[in-house]
């Protein structure tokens, strides 16, 4: 028995040919079917995200097989050259294993890539589509993802602005339910790390913008509240976490100006993500205690050290699929005869 | 206070006067104690230094995860000393608690009781990883410091005084537990103030969690101390005055913290900091005043 892997990925494929390939929900069983009457395939799993269309199969004749997969891949591009990938036996394997436990991401180490296969893969065997050597490989497959994410350093940190902030937030409040949210201008990047902040279970987000109908288009689509831009330090009292970025030349959060409202804070912490450039903030904030002021140097910084950690985690990563690839394939040798 | 209600902490009730360790220890040789102590103690020592030394290659390897290393080697460590406590009870008739190697093995089993009851419902990874290092240190301190290990022998055996004394050490495991989680809140605050993430950062509990757990376990130590000053002064018993004096500060101290605490006076960071100069004290002092308050 061999497995056999045919596909499309975001290495080799821009998004305008990936999404030629795309297999919606809707197509799913009609691919499986499609596979499933190929002469010598004894199952077929079909991952189809937004960086990858990938086939996995089994079969016993793989020449003929892979033919056919080809074929009904090259079925779907209307006639584009697309640059397809193919492997078989060992290195589908070992395909398998990296894209499970995130090597193969866009960015590297990111967990959703898991649910997403589990979730292949769940829709095939509940089409019947699967059979043992399939089944072993996929379970076997989630097995060293879990274990590459616990023994490894690979999903450590976050790597994008946003989730660095939610990070940073989770270290200084724990749970941010109930927390409140004060954004001091409303661009891009700021109404980015608010809404990821609401997903995480902030509770009020102000926003103070200097034009307050953009400060207002923006409370509404994000379910805050806006506030004249003069009057943000009448709102402060309860704020936990505060946005900035404004164009302002100079900077509009002194620690003169702090000072006394945190004197009306009862001692809970104030974390200030300085988004600005030039910056809102002046440096000396930081010094204030229980104040965690982080501008936007200092958080490309920490993310790029994640991503630096999870570059270095790579070697031990595909060390441990290594020794799982070797266990995996001695399984397949003891197991040559197709099972249904 | 009933005496069978002492005798469960501390069973003596199945003293054997003619065991020969009795006279041993009393000789203050270290050298003659059983097998079994001798055992239950170096291999409780072991067990802490294995696993403080893994927690350290896992922190030097990057690779700190707040795994249950180190929650293991508590659990077995708490096991190890109280078998070690209950053995000198018999031997002693009392709660061993009559030398100052005598205390210092109580208050590594108390901070380590108190790490078991707490850290779990505080939840606080890496709480583990602060107080292994504490025990290991207190052990290594009885074992080899050049520590008065004869134990006194009490002309009156009190139960309130027991009781008072064993309640008292174990209210400093609860300070011990308050110096730590500040220990952590301070490396926190520093982590977060440096602007730079690291595993450190990622792998400490939020600071919030640990302001919060910082004042709770300086509340659990001044209410247990003050219960043991209650039952010291049920007992009538005769007090040193410079140990008077120095419990009294250290109760006042921690006392002082949690009412500025209370009415918002004292910051996190404040506190954090106060509570690790007070254990230092603590620790400090906790000789001198076993020293005072043995027999002359």
Redesign the interface.
């Known amino acids: 028995m061999t497995i056999l892997c045919a596909g499309i990925n975001h290495r080799d494929a821009a998004l305008e040919i990936r999404e030629k390939f795309a297999i919606g929900d809707h197509e799913l069983v009609e691919t499986l079917n499609h596979l499933r009457a190929i002469e010598g395939l004894s199952g077929a799993v079909v991952i189809s995200t937004c960086n990858r269309v990938e086939l996995y199969a089994s079969s016993i004749t793989p020449a003929p097989v892979m033919n056919a997969i080809q074929q009904f891949l090259r079925s779907r591009t209307s006639g584009l050259e697309a640059p397809f990938f193919t492997k078989d036996s060992l290195p589908s394997v070992r395909h398998l294993f990296r894209v499970a436990s995130g090597l193969d991401s866009m960015v590297v180490g990111e967990t959703e890539i898991l649910g997403q296969l589990k979730q292949a893969y769940s829709a095939a065997a509940g089409h019947g589509s699967t059979d043992a050597h399939l089944n072993k490989l996929f379970q076997h497959a989630f097995r060293v993802a879990k274990q590459v994410r ?4 690979i999903t ?2 976050a790597t994008s602005v946003g989730s ?1 902030a939610v ?2 937030a ?5 749970n941010l339910g109930g927390r409140k949210v004060m954004l001091l201008g409303a661009g891009d990047t700021s109404e980015r790390v608010a809404r990821s902040l609401v997903s995480r279970g902030v509770r009020t987000v102000i926003v103070a913008n200097r034009t307050f109908d953009r400060a207002a288009a923006l409370a509404d689509q994000i379910g805050g509240l806006a506030v004249h831009f003069d009057h943000w330090h009448t709102a402060f009292d309860e704020v936990d976490i505060l946005i900035c970025s404004t164009a302002a030349p100079h900077p509009i959060v002194t620690r003169e100006k702090l000072e006394p409202i945190l004197r009306r804070h ?2 809970r ?1 104030l974390f200030i993500i300085d988004l600005a450039v030039p910056r809102d903030v002046a440096a000396s904030v ?1 010094e204030l ?2 104040v ?4 936007i140097d ?1 958080i490309e ?2 993310a790029n ?2 991503l630096n ?1 999870r570059q270095a985690e790579m070697v031990r990563c595909e060390a441990l699929i290594d020794t799982h690839v070797t266990d995996f394939m001695h399984w397949m040798r003891n197991h040559p005869t197709p099972t249904l | 206070m009933p005496e069978f209600f002492f005798d469960s902490i501390c069973p003596t009730g199945f003293f054997d006067f003619s065991n020969p360790t009795i006279e041993s220890l009393r000789a203050g040789r270290h050298s003659d104690f059983t097998p079994m102590q001798n055992f239950l103690l170096i291999a409780s020592t072991l067990i802490l230094l294995c696993s403080f030394g893994y927690t350290l290659f896992r922190l030097g390897s990057g690779r700190m995860r707040p795994g249950r290393t180190n929650l293991a080697a508590l659990i077995a460590t708490f096991i190890l000393l109280s078998a070690d406590l209950w053995l000198r009870g018999q031997i002693e008739r009392s709660c061993p608690i009559n030398s100052l190697f005598d205390v210092v093995i109580f208050t590594a089993w108390s901070t380590t009781l108190i790490y078991l009851l707490v850290g779990s419902a505080y939840r606080l990874s890496l709480l583990g990883a602060f107080t292994t290092p504490l025990v290991l240190f207190l052990l290594l301190t009885a074992e080899f410091a050049p520590l008065d290990r004869s134990p006194t022998i009490r002309a009156i055996r009190d139960p309130w005084i027991e009781f008072h004394a064993s309640l008292s050490l174990i209210a400093y495991g609860a300070f011990a537990l308050a110096g730590l989680a500040g220990v952590m809140y301070l490396i926190q605050d520093r982590q977060l103030k440096k602007q730079k993430g690291g595993a450190l950062l990622y792998n400490l509990p939020p600071i919030t969690d640990l302001g919060v757990a910082n004042t709770r376990l300086i509340w659990l130590g001044l209410a247990l101390l003050t219960i043991a000053f209650a039952a010291g002064f049920v007992s009538g018993m005769q007090v040193n005055t410079i140990k008077f004096w120095t419990s009294a500060t250290i109760w006042f101290a921690y006392a002082l913290m949690v009412v500025l605490r209370q009415v918002h006076t004292l910051a996190p960071r404040r506190t954090a900091t106060l509570s690790v100069v007070a254990l230092a004290f603590i620790l400090i002092t906790l000789p001198a005043i076993q020293h005072l308050s043995a027999p002359k």
Do not use: A, M
């Open positions: 616990t023994e490894t350093n450590r940190g660095v990070d940073l989770g270290k200084i409040f724990g009862s001692e912490p930081n205690d229980n965690y002021l982080y501008d200092s910084k920490i050290q994640s950690i």
